[in-house]
């Protein structure tokens, strides 16, 4: 076998070349399919009884695999959407393989062949006018805090944007005249722009006027003025939320986190008849199609 078709040169290859240049996938993505090949190797090493730089691609095969999935379910509790997760890392290195490794094309074959496991998928949360409208009377707008939140919930509630593309927002990203839209950075790399409703547009601009930053600086900062964690948007909306239930019990029965603002937002676009596609497109799907699964449920 040559050298670079070894089990750890494709390995090194699949990360540095496939997904860091090739396909430029965030960190996120590079950090999930990390912990998996992590996760696979520890389990092949106690079951091979050889380190990871001595297996070979061929023991790397369909049954170990399985055996591998139904460990992580069995041993550690993964649930089957998780177990979903790490077979589409596995799946998506053997592709890279297949390109490469051809002469192995009957073990590819095998692994891809490994389906995914079914599992309930539970209805969608999202959040209604009116929980809407609590959430936001929550915000204490005599502090700069409270004004800031307010901004990042309406911006958040409107645009559906994932809480990476929220934080990540720079001033330069933002344009509040004629044709107003945010621009940003989503999964695959790939810029989309969103445009913005009349109430958003007033409230950034409001906002602008307290920040007198420059364009590179981030939309919303902490008390440092550095970029907002993904921790800090989740605590930030959970104190809210609590707040909120004062006045609007139903907030009680819902596990509310940034993922349902973006569920919010789907909602709205298809109670006012907006196509699917163009909803999928609107959120930053890589296909139009990849959302259709869940709006029947949304729709309920």
């Known amino acids: 076998m040559a050298a670079n078709t070894t089990f750890p040169a494709l390995l090194q290859a699949y990360f540095t070349d496939r997904l860091l240049h090739q396909k430029q996938v965030s960190p996120h993505t590079i950090a999930s399919y990390r912990d998996t090949f992590c996760l696979l190797l520890r389990y092949a090493q106690q079951r091979l009884h050889k380190t990871p730089a001595k297996l070979t691609l061929p023991e790397l095969n369909a049954p170990l695999i399985i055996a591998f999935l139904d460990h992580l379910q069995q041993e550690r509790g ?4 998780s177990r979903n997760v790490r077979l589409a890392a596995i799946h998506s290195f053997f592709q890279y393989v297949a390109l490469q490794a051809p002469n192995h094309s009957g073990l590819i074959e095998q692994v891809l062949a490994i389906p995914s496991m079914r599992y309930e998928r539970n209805p969608i949360e999202f959040l209604t006018d009116t929980e809407i409208e609590a959430l936001l009377a929550a915000t204490d707008q005599n502090t700069w805090i409270g004004r800031r939140d307010r901004t990042l919930l309406l911006l958040a509630l409107q645009t559906g944007l994932r809480v990476s593309e929220l934080i990540g927002l720079r001033w330069q990203d933002i344009v509040l005249g004629t044709g107003a839209h945010v621009r940003c950075l989503g999964k695959g790399r790939k810029t989309r722009c969103t445009p913005l409703r009349k109430d958003t547009v007033a409230a950034l601009k409001a906002w602008q006027q307290e920040q007198q930053g420059c364009l590179e600086a981030a939309l919303f900062p902490n008390a440092w003025g550095q970029q907002l964690s993904r921790d800090g948007v989740a605590y930030l909306l959970a104190k809210y939320v609590a707040m909120a239930c004062q006045h609007c019990p139903s907030l009680q029965h819902k596990r509310v986190t940034p993922h349902v ?9 298809l109670q006012n008849g907006v196509d ?10 890589e296909s139009m199609d990849s959302k259709r699964p869940a709006l029947p449920i949304l729709s309920t």
């Open 261 to 269: 603002l973006r569920h919010s937002a789907a909602m709205e676009l």
């Open 276 to 285: 699917c596609a163009v909803i999928a497109l609107w959120l930053g799907h």
């Open 78 to 81: 993964t649930s089957a959407r």
